[in-house]
């Protein structure tokens, strides 16, 4: 059973650019969720799909945005990128929406912003 | 005060010993996991947990509801557990893991 897959895995930017992340749950997951892991601030929840729908989103700026695809595959964008956008950004998948339920992380895509 | 806090914030052991890892968390929780996170970046899911213990190998993840505490704890430790260990909790409140800021372990021969 292939794992959760991110592409891709290191990518780098200049300021003002936008930038689109892949995640590819595993097979028969519905829920992705996205996070953004800098040294500064940690792993932080940026937002969470379920069949297509957002259900929940973290504290971020409008340039961040996502979406999941009927296949659950998902997708986040960034535009306008900051040098402060320069992260680990990881998506998890699970059958129903993550909580009382075991997530499954991707190896995540280092973004580098300069 | 950050909702989730791990002690200790780096750890050093040598080969053998036997190794704790704490969380606390100051909200009310539904279910906290354990992750472990190695340099390539990726986040393995090690336990999550609602009551009580469970154990898988080496691996022993124990939770106190009531005191809002939970314990990591690898016996016979090896060099390959060298990582970073990650508590998060699910609050049940909104479908999204709030995150400690980890502990790193590093194992020595």
């Known amino acids: 059973k292939a794992g959760v897959t991110q592409t891709p895995r290191y990518l780098i930017k200049t300021r003002g650019q936008q930038v689109t992340l892949s995640c590819s749950p595993i097979s028969g997951h519905r829920s992705v969720s996205w996070y953004q892991q800098t040294p500064g601030q940690g792993l932080q929840f940026l937002f969470e799909?379920?069949?297509?729908?957002?259900?929940n989103k973290g504290n971020f700026p409008g340039r961040f945005s996502g979406r999941q695809f009927s296949n659950s595959r998902s997708e986040m964008n960034v535009s306008t990128l900051e040098l402060g956008d320069s992260a680990l950004y990881l998506c998890a998948s699970s059958l129903i929406p993550m909580g009382n339920t075991e997530a499954f992380f991707g190896q995540g895509t280092r973004l580098t912003v300069v | 005060k950050n909702e989730v806090e791990q002690s200790p914030q780096n750890l050093t052991a040598q080969e053998g010993e036997f190794i704790t890892i704490n969380c606390s968390y100051s909200v009310g929780i539904s279910a906290l996991h354990w992750l472990q996170q190695h340099p390539g970046g990726g986040i393995v899911s090690l336990f999550m947990l609602s009551s009580g213990k469970k154990k898988h190998g080496r691996l022993i993840a124990t939770i106190n509801i009531q005191e809002k505490h939970s314990s990591l704890h690898i016996t016979a430790s090896h060099p390959r557990d060298s990582a970073v260990y990650i508590c998060?909790?699910?609050?049940?409140?909104?479908?999204?893991?709030?995150f400690g800021t980890g502990t790193r372990l590093q194992v020595t021969l």
């Open positions: 998060a909790v699910h609050t049940g409140t909104a479908s999204k893991l709030t």
């Open positions: 799909y379920f069949s297509e729908t957002q259900r």
